[in-house]
């Protein structure tokens, strides 16, 4: 059982940054892929990033890429979304899930989630 907690959402101006962190319960941190969604009003939760168990393998999607950068320190249980150059269409709830096995961008194949974190991207 692993259980999510995220934090750092928030306001922020078009261009700006926000550092997304979430924390994990268990002891098994380590053997679960990492992933972030996200989800914006009216509109299905998509795919953001994901990252292996060691941290050596990321995956983004096309809209993130070259912007945000996904990163986990397993001796804190802790994963990280590092957001720059923010654009006012990155505005979503931003959700921390996790699951066992291999990287997968689909949010049905997720096992555990957390809350979610708003983040507003002012123009």
């Known amino acids: 059982q692993v259980q999510l907690v995220e934090s750092g959402g928030g306001l922020v101006q078009a261009g700006g940054s926000l550092r997304l962190s979430c924390a994990a319960s268990g002891r098994t941190f380590s053997t679960y892929y990492m992933g972030w969604f996200r989800q914006a009003p009216g509109k299905e939760r998509e795919f953001v990033a994901a990252?292996?168990?060691?941290?050596?393998?990321?995956y983004y999607a096309d809209s993130v890429a070259g912007r945000f950068t996904i990163s986990r320190d397993n001796a804190k249980n802790t994963v990280y979304l590092q957001m720059n150059s923010l654009k006012p269409e990155d505005t979503a709830v931003y959700y921390c899930?996790?699951?066992?096995?291999?990287?997968?961008?689909?949010?049905?194949?997720?096992?555990?989630w957390g809350q979610g974190t708003p983040v507003t991207v002012s123009s």
């Open positions: 990252l292996s168990w060691g941290g050596g393998s990321t």
């Open positions: 899930a996790a699951r066992q096995g291999y990287y997968s961008g689909s949010s049905l194949h997720y096992d555990y």
